[in-house]
């Protein structure tokens, strides 16, 4: 049987456990209210009118999160081994719930008999138990979530999927792999929260959907405004979240079919907003450097001075959110602590020891931005894991491996006595993206001390002085290189017109500054006249813009085509009647490196998904995000293999170690002959 831990990516600030989650507000999909609630009108009356102090009565806001919308976009499925699945559902942090239920859609098959149980609990609790004896049936179920507050933010839900068999021996098989569950992705989590119970900034970050609305005066606004609204949109993608805009005036909205995910407004009307950028239009004012939180019609509103957003962006992040602790927040100064060492604590970027019991297979995952540990020309060089376990009656020992990005950097076969165990991971540079994830996965045979007793989970853990060393990073004009730069700053640079459809060219422009690490608290807004070729300093990401003194590159892109140069009489592509297609490539170098991003088409590509761009120089993305990455400049990918290059052991030639001391002694021995002669020369005379 396997354990599998499932956290939604808001858990990786607080737990650092994965994979993402999507939590979609679906504000015409309401549960019952109880008589004394208060239900949010379908649509949004005028904003100077509906803010409210933060005391002011809530209504009960509705939320409905899909298992596709938390990552599950096929059905998840339980069978031997994989018998055990946890999965953690999202809820505001310390309020109370009302109405909560899970609603599973499920089916099973069981080829292989057995009395088989299905039992599903809730923060550890049993909440529904049944036997299944046919051969195929309904497995779903309706369950109710008692509503107490969950300070975690998040309700656990564990799915455990068992079949016995009756057995003539105790070595006979007693493996079920013909028992299958299968939960589609349908099913769904719906509860209320009372919008008023949340008093702080730091509860109602936690609060927002993973699709928060922010609202801005105007489709046209000025670079003040725009420069908050990015700096707010690449803290909420680097909290797994994806925001959508919508204007106080209800003006240039876009249809889903032209912006995708940045227009989901319900039927009965636009959606409210979570987030507020403040200022003339707004419907508030706020003082300036300053994050507040208000109430719209009873529902939080988070409010963001149009001078605060590297402050808000830098309050919210992982190390400062629990610091938010007020309704009306003056924010002088917030930054990253500076690591003056070479090594840095993966509970410093986030990361939670833990421990946790392992049966056949179990995973714990972190995550880190590149941005938090690359600084100084140096970055990711060597991952050190501390472990621990408990010794087991099983003959085989537990195995464990380290994870990044899905590259596999090292294991151990462990030899759990109880005590600290170390794995030494190299990183190599291209395993290295925006965003990295660490996983470290513990595999166990089902081994029973030949048949004299029935294996049970045994306890491991990851321990706290688990760490990353950082080595210096050879510049590169890649991605990997420009997300090294960007740590310590850079320049975001986009064309005036771009301020005058905000709504629709900021979801591209966040998507882009979060894919390739640009720091939402250091670096420089820049926008600049229409066809304008500006000179930047320093790395940049230019959105729709070609700066002055970009060399030519073997890419041509034009309108509807792509051009890519090869030898001297054919070109490597050329692809013409392209849309909807955008293209992003890396130029220059050093101090001088950045990044150009150009539409191919009449139409932009919405980038509904993450980008994760790597050791490429040029990435072409498309509506559901990066569709290739190559590296022009190198490829063959001979700059990964150098690096992987084995060293003279690893390639076999153990053997010559011996010779080569061997050889060593010999040349001592006749040095020390030849000395004894000159000294007894010497003597002679």
Same mark, same amino acid.
């Given at each position: 049987?396997?354990?599998?831990?499932?956290?939604?990516?808001?858990?990786?600030?607080?737990?650092?456990?994965?994979?993402?989650?999507?939590?979609?507000?679906?504000?015409? $999909?309401?549960?019952?209210?109880? !008589?004394?609630?208060?239900?949010?009108?379908?649509?949004? !009356?005028?904003?100077?009118?509906?803010?409210?102090?933060?005391?002011?009565?809530?209504?009960?806001?509705?939320?409905?999160?899909?298992?596709?919308?938390?990552?599950?976009?096929?059905?998840?499925?339980?069978?031997?081994?994989?018998?055990?699945?946890?999965?953690?559902?999202?809820? %505001?942090?310390?309020?109370?719930?009302?109405?909560?239920?899970? $609603?599973?859609? /499920?089916?099973?098959?069981?080829? &292989?008999?057995? +009395?088989?149980?299905?039992?599903?609990?809730?923060?550890?609790?049993?909440?529904?138990?049944?036997?299944?004896?046919?051969?195929?049936?309904?497995?779903?179920?309706?369950?109710?979530?008692?509503?107490?507050?969950?300070?975690?933010?998040?309700? =656990?839900?564990?799915?455990?999927?068992?079949?016995?068999?009756?057995?003539?021996?105790?070595?006979? &098989?007693?493996?079920?792999?013909?028992?299958?569950?299968?939960?589609?992705?349908?099913?769904?989590?719906?509860?209320?929260? @009372?919008?008023?119970?949340? +008093? &702080?900034?730091?509860?109602?970050?936690?609060?927002?959907?993973?699709?928060?609305?922010?609202?801005?005066?105007?489709?046209?606004?000025?670079?003040?405004?725009?420069?908050?609204?990015?700096?707010?949109?690449?803290?909420?993608?680097?909290?797994?979240?994806? %925001?959508?805009?919508?204007?106080?005036?209800?003006?240039?909205?876009?249809? !889903?079919?032209?912006?995708?995910?940045?227009?989901?407004?319900?039927?009965?009307?636009?959606?409210?907003?979570?987030?507020?950028?403040?200022?003339?239009?707004?419907?508030?004012?706020?003082?300036?450097?300053?994050? =507040?939180?208000?109430?719209?019609?009873?529902?939080?509103?988070?409010?963001?001075?149009?001078?605060?957003?590297?402050?808000?962006?830098?309050?919210?992040?992982?190390?400062?959110? $629990?610091?938010?602790?007020?309704?009306?927040?003056?924010?002088?100064?917030? @930054?990253?602590?500076?690591?003056?060492?070479?090594?840095?604590?993966?509970?410093?970027?986030?990361?939670?020891?833990?421990?946790?019991?392992?049966?056949?297979?179990?995973?714990?995952?972190?995550?880190?931005?590149?941005?938090?540990? /690359?600084?100084?020309?140096?970055?990711?060089?060597?991952?050190?894991?501390?472990?621990?376990?408990?010794?087991?009656?099983?003959?085989? %020992?537990?195995?464990?491996?380290?994870?990044?990005?899905?590259?596999?950097?090292?294991?151990?076969?462990?030899?759990?006595?109880?005590?600290?165990?170390?794995?030494?991971?190299?990183?190599?540079?291209?395993?290295?993206?925006?965003?990295?994830?660490?996983?470290?996965?513990?595999?166990?045979?089902? /081994?029973?001390?030949?048949?004299?007793?029935?294996? #049970?989970?045994?306890?491991?853990?990851?321990?706290?002085?688990?760490?990353?060393?950082?080595?210096?990073?050879?510049?590169?004009?890649?991605?990997?290189?420009?997300?090294?730069?960007?740590?310590?700053?850079?320049?975001?640079?986009?064309?005036?017109?771009?301020?005058?459809?905000?709504?629709?060219?900021?979801?591209?422009?966040? =998507?882009?500054?979060?894919?390739?690490?640009?720091?939402?608290?250091?670096?420089?807004?820049?926008?600049?006249?229409?066809?304008?070729?500006?000179?930047?300093?320093?790395?940049?990401?230019?959105?729709?813009?070609?700066?002055?003194?970009?060399? &030519?590159?073997?890419?041509?892109? #034009?309108? @509807?085509?792509?051009?890519?140069?090869?030898?001297?009489?054919? !070109?490597?592509?050329?692809? =013409?009647?392209?849309?909807?297609?955008?293209?992003?490539?890396?130029?220059?170098?050093?101090?001088?490196?950045?990044?150009?991003?150009?539409?191919?088409?009449?139409?932009?590509?919405?980038?509904?998904?993450?980008?994760?761009?790597?050791?490429?120089?040029?990435?072409?993305?498309?509506?559901?995000?990066?569709?290739?990455?190559?590296?022009?400049?190198?490829?063959?990918?001979?700059?990964?293999?150098?690096?992987?290059?084995?060293?003279?052991?690893?390639?076999?030639?153990?053997?010559?170690?011996?010779?080569?001391?061997?050889?060593?002694?010999?040349?001592?021995?006749?040095?020390?002959?030849?000395?004894?002669?000159?000294?007894?020369?010497?003597?002679?005379?």
């Amino acid at each position: 049987m396997k354990l599998s831990r499932v956290l939604p990516a808001a858990a990786l600030a607080a737990m650092c456990l994965l994979p993402p989650w999507v939590v979609a507000q679906q504000p015409t $999909q309401q549960l019952p209210l109880r !008589p004394a609630q208060r239900e949010a009108p379908a649509a949004t !009356p005028p904003l100077t009118t509906v803010f409210r102090p933060v005391e002011s009565a809530g209504v009960w806001v509705p939320r409905t999160i899909t298992f596709a919308e938390l990552g599950f976009t096929e059905p998840v499925v339980l069978g031997y081994p994989d018998t055990i699945r946890e999965i953690y559902l999202p809820v %505001p942090p310390g309020i109370d719930l009302s109405n909560a239920q899970l $609603q599973l859609n /499920a089916g099973y098959v069981r080829a &292989d008999g057995g +009395r088989t149980t299905l039992v599903y609990a809730v923060d550890g609790a049993p909440v529904h138990a049944v036997g299944l004896a046919a051969d195929r049936g309904d497995a779903s179920a309706t369950i109710a979530v008692d509503g107490k507050p969950r300070p975690s933010g998040f309700v =656990r839900l564990n799915i455990d999927w068992r079949t016995a068999v009756a057995r003539d021996n105790t070595c006979a &098989d007693a493996r079920t792999p013909g028992n299958i569950l299968r939960i589609e992705p349908t099913s769904k989590f719906v509860f209320q929260y @009372d919008g008023s119970a949340i +008093r &702080d900034l730091t509860t109602a970050w936690g609060a927002l959907p993973a699709s928060p609305t922010i609202l801005l005066a105007s489709n046209k606004v000025s670079p003040e405004v725009y420069d908050t609204a990015w700096r707010v949109g690449v803290a909420l993608e680097r909290a797994g979240k994806r %925001p959508q805009f919508r204007t106080a005036d209800g003006s240039a909205v876009p249809a !889903p079919a032209a912006q995708g995910a940045a227009a989901t407004a319900a039927p009965s009307g636009p959606a409210l907003p979570d987030i507020v950028i403040a200022g003339p239009g707004s419907g508030q004012q706020v003082g300036s450097k300053e994050v =507040r939180l208000g109430n719209m019609n009873g529902r939080p509103v988070i409010l963001v001075a149009p001078d605060a957003g590297a402050q808000a962006a830098g309050l919210f992040s992982q190390i400062w959110l $629990q610091a938010a602790a007020g309704t009306a927040l003056t924010v002088n100064a917030v @930054d990253q602590p500076k690591n003056d060492n070479d090594a840095v604590s993966l509970k410093y970027l986030g990361a939670k020891p833990a421990s946790f019991d392992v049966l056949a297979h179990a995973d714990w995952n972190a995550t880190f931005d590149i941005g938090s540990v /690359a600084a100084d020309g140096k970055g990711p060089g060597t991952l050190v894991i501390d472990v621990a376990a408990s010794p087991s009656a099983a003959r085989t %020992p537990p195995v464990v491996s380290v994870f990044m990005n899905d590259v596999l950097l090292g294991a151990k076969e462990m030899e759990a006595n109880g005590k600290r165990e170390r794995i030494i991971a190299p990183v190599p540079r291209y395993a290295l993206q925006t965003r990295n994830v660490i996983r470290v996965s513990f595999v166990r045979q089902l /081994a029973s001390d030949r048949c004299r007793e029935t294996p #049970e989970p045994y306890p491991v853990s990851v321990l706290a002085s688990s760490h990353l060393l950082l080595d210096k990073i050879e510049p590169s004009s890649d991605f990997t290189g420009l997300m090294a730069r960007f740590a310590s700053g850079g320049t975001l640079v986009v064309p005036a017109s771009h301020l005058n459809d905000a709504v629709t060219s900021l979801p591209r422009v966040i =998507r882009l500054a979060a894919s390739t690490g640009l720091s939402p608290t250091k670096a420089k807004f820049q926008p600049v006249a229409d066809g304008s070729q500006p000179k930047v300093d320093g790395p940049y990401l230019a959105v729709d813009v070609m700066p002055a003194g970009v060399a &030519d590159s073997d890419v041509k892109p #034009e309108k @509807d085509r792509l051009f890519l140069a090869g030898t001297k009489d054919r !070109p490597l592509l050329d692809v =013409r009647g392209l849309n909807r297609v955008g293209m992003l490539e890396v130029h220059g170098s050093g101090d001088t490196i950045g990044a150009v991003y150009r539409t191919l088409g009449d139409q932009p590509p919405s980038m509904e998904k993450p980008i994760m761009l790597s050791s490429g120089n040029l990435a072409i993305m498309g509506n559901n995000g990066l569709r290739t990455e190559v590296n022009t400049r190198d490829p063959s990918g001979q700059g990964v293999m150098k690096e992987a290059q084995p060293g003279l052991f690893e390639r076999g030639y153990w053997w010559l170690l011996p010779i080569v001391l061997l050889a060593l002694f010999i040349g001592l021995l006749v040095l020390a002959s030849r000395m004894r002669r000159r000294r007894a020369a010497t003597g002679d005379r």
